[in-house]
């Protein structure tokens, strides 16, 4: 899979005025911008670290997390997703230039990387309820419910409108809240970033979850090689992703909310790629000395894609 699969290279310059608007909306609100303690340890021991535009993302001392501080207000977080113009553009214009190849490609891999973690850790039993947190379109969920072989009931937690037909065409049921401790597995693909408290997102699994149901959530490395050497050119930092943990975040916040760990990977395939334009020709030194550069930033958990699998503590 190659970024082309999802991200055509003619949508993002089609999208920038619409990234704009949202931007000018947080630089509107900027004076009213906080401080912030690290979203993944809590420590308030951090360094400026990258700016994104007029807005500064700091590092955590103590488990290294990439963050926005000062950072936006939970209401301002909420207004922003609830009627996003960027959010709006992908709806209408880059979904539907995508939605075949991201299908083929970006869902199955995440189908088929449930699959195997409920082989391994999941519960056996024949019928399955899940719930996605901000599942977008839904087609995360409808992949999955066509490569599963249980039968399996799917639901999806969701803020923006834009999505909600989508979803409704994905024949997803959108959750309110109230069926509380019924679900066997709730998913997080790429939304735990988003978060300004990411502890939110592990109290929507303790509230949504069984006791012994699984956890899985993908999001962005802030200790991978793509972040740490672009900075401020890094494609992961923007006013979404206001906060960008690392493997030792994820599991001090697992731990602390109730969860055993699995397994934690980084397992991404896009980082040489997301570097060939600064570092074309130091990486290809570096490939040729380590054999598979890729393969050994994946392994010794550098590269930009986070995957973890959690259990909820009976």
Request: charged share 20%; glycine share 6%; aromatic share 8%.
């Amino acid at each position: 899979m190659k970024i082309s699969n999802i991200r055509p290279k003619h949508v993002p310059e089609d999208q920038k005025a619409s990234y704009m608007e949202d931007v000018n909306r947080y630089l509107k609100q900027i004076s009213n911008f906080t401080d912030r303690q690290c979203p993944g340890c809590k420590s308030s021991n951090s360094e400026k670290f990258a700016k994104h535009l007029e807005f500064q993302f700091v590092r955590c001392l103590t488990c290294f997390s990439v963050y926005m501080s000062p950072g936006p207000t939970q209401e301002m977080v909420n207004d922003l997703y609830r009627d996003s113009s960027n959010y709006a553009y992908w709806s209408e214009h880059t979904y539907p230039n995508t939605r075949d190849s991201r299908r083929l490609t970006l869902h199955k891999n995440r189908a088929e990387f449930v699959i195997n973690s409920m082989e391994k850790y999941g519960n056996k039993q024949e019928k399955l309820k899940v719930l996605e947190i901000g599942a977008g379109t839904g087609d995360s969920l409808a992949v999955l419910r066509e490569l599963i072989s249980q039968e399996i009931e799917t639901w999806a937690l969701e803020p923006n409108e834009s999505m909600q037909e989508a979803l409704k065409a994905n024949n997803i049921k959108i959750w309110n809240g109230r069926s509380c401790n019924s679900f066997d597995l709730v998913l997080g693909f790429e939304v735990i970033e988003h978060f300004l408290n990411p502890t939110d997102f592990f109290e929507i699994g303790l509230k949504a979850l069984k006791g012994g149901g699984n956890l899985i959530l993908t999001t962005p490395n802030a200790q991978s090689i793509e972040v740490q050497l672009l900075r401020d050119k890094s494609t992961t930092l923007d006013i979404e992703h206001i906060s960008v943990l690392t493997p030792t975040a994820i599991n001090l916040l697992a731990i602390s909310n109730g969860f055993n760990v699995n397994e934690i990977t980084t397992p991404g395939s896009f980082d040489l790629e997301l570097l060939a334009v600064e570092y074309g020709e130091i990486l290809d030194s570096l490939d040729s000395t380590f054999g598979n550069l890729q393969t050994a930033l994946a392994q010794s958990g550098f590269s930009s894609h986070m995957r973890s699998v959690l259990t909820l503590n009976t």
